[in-house]
């Protein structure tokens, strides 16, 4: 019963008995033009104005510029706008399982109380100096990320990939399989339709179970569909802080990075990454730095962030920022999908930032052999497939000819029932040792 009056303070804490008001003063397409609340308002501050919110995105002695969440098509000049106040969240424990959109509101039909305490979304990460190292390995449910790529606690890793090559499946999968205590699910800007097909059919009961999905649509606005990614991790921090270790899914950073442009846009800053604001540095910085081991007393966030990247570019602007800054990167191949191997993972285009630490030394001479001979394969693959590759012209070659179907076919399995030791026993029974 406790639990249950505490979310009702909560509440009846939130009900405002007196806002101030200010005044449309000027209006065009999504931007609102706020007269009369410059002196109480703040820039991030959230608006009510008619129906619908809206967020200050610039401030002046003159008044204040708001960007609207939907179109502003019907609104008059000097009707009345309502300051809100700062944008925060307040997650709770029954959230757990639970599908909410970017404002903590349920998405599933069912009523949905607020925690006790608010937490701003735009937090800075634990102090430096206070963080913990990377904690122990993880397992997967996956044989290449027990073996090749290993995940570890508190690791950042980034998920690099065109659309259509199982990307979604993979997150899915690390839903399921990867021991936490939590997970945290960031949908930003998903078509609508494959919001109920991911948390029914690819999470599933029992990757829903654990899950808190966060979802924002992809024709919501763009303060919705940035607010969606902070509204995920301000709910990631408020678990880690009571001890949990979370894993954080972010699907994905590419859709944030462009919902963050539009906001700036409308701001007035001026495009010069390619078409993105100087300001999309620290967006996806700060995101990513909130993530990671927790201080003492506190649990850990581990983070997949995933990043679309059109035509396998992983020089564009959002990858090379956020590649920057992660504990390692897993590229997807389309044309690996395309051949039919899931997940489709360029091993030699990946790495995990967590080895050789994450690893004793049998596991990574055993890594290294695979990768050896995945190298030889992949220089030689032109050649053996013409035919112009003659037996025993180059003994790494040979092995690499020998062994690759099995090896190929090891990066799509499945982890066995005993994770980890398991995965590195199939792992040496595939390299013959």
Known sequence: MADVFSALRAQIAEVQVAVPVGRIAGLSRGTVEVRGLEQRARLGDRLRIGAMGGEIIRLSPQGAIALADGVTDGLPIGAPVELVGPAEIAPDEGWIGRIVDPYGRPLDGRPLFRGPNARALQAAPPPAASRRALGERLSTGVAVFDTLLPLVRGQRIGLFAGSGVGKSSLLAKFARGVAADLVVIALVGERGRELREFTERVLGPTGMARSVVVAATSDQSPLARRRCALTAMAVAEHFRDQGLHVLFLADSITRFAEAHREVALAAGEVPALRGFPPSLNQAIMGLAERAGPGPEGAGDITAVFSVLVAGSDMEEPVADILRGVLDGHVVMDRKIAERGRFPAIDLLRSVSRSLPAAANDEENRLI?????????????????????????????????????????????????????????????AVLGQ
């Open 368 to 428: 290294a052999e695979a990768r050896r001979l995945l190298g030889a394969w992949d220089r030689a693959e032109m050649m053996i497939q013409a035919g112009l590759y003659a037996k025993g012209s180059d003994p790494a070659i040979d092995a690499a000819i020998k062994i690759w179907p099995a090896l190929d076919a090891f990066l799509a399995e499945d982890a066995p029932a005993d994770g980890v030791p398991g995965s590195f026993r199939r792992l040496a």
